[in-house]
């Protein structure tokens, strides 16, 4: 389920916070995971934790505005019907 998370958030150019319960078959971490899919904090499993973060807007860089120009473009075919 992480991979998944930090997928998402690199595709979708955007900062993912996930939450978890402590029981004891977690599915999902609870972390901060940036627009790059990299993991900018995360609790322990299986342990009673509370993260703080500040999020910061980031700059707008080359690489993040194509992907963010892609998102836009599969949003308008998807509501086309796909039929570009």
């Known amino acids: 389920m992480k991979a998944y998370l930090m997928t998402r958030a690199a595709e979708n150019v955007m900062t993912v ?16 995971f940036d627009y790059d899919g990299e993991v900018n904090m995360e609790a322990q499993r299986n342990r009673e934790e509370m993260l703080v973060y500040d999020f910061e807007i980031p700059e707008i860089t080359f690489g993040m505005k194509g992907r963010i120009v892609n998102n836009d473009h599969f949003i308008e075919l998807e509501k086309n019907g796909f039929q570009d």
């Open 17 to 32: 916070a996930s939450a978890n319960s402590i029981s004891r078959y977690q599915t999902v971490p609870t972390a901060v």
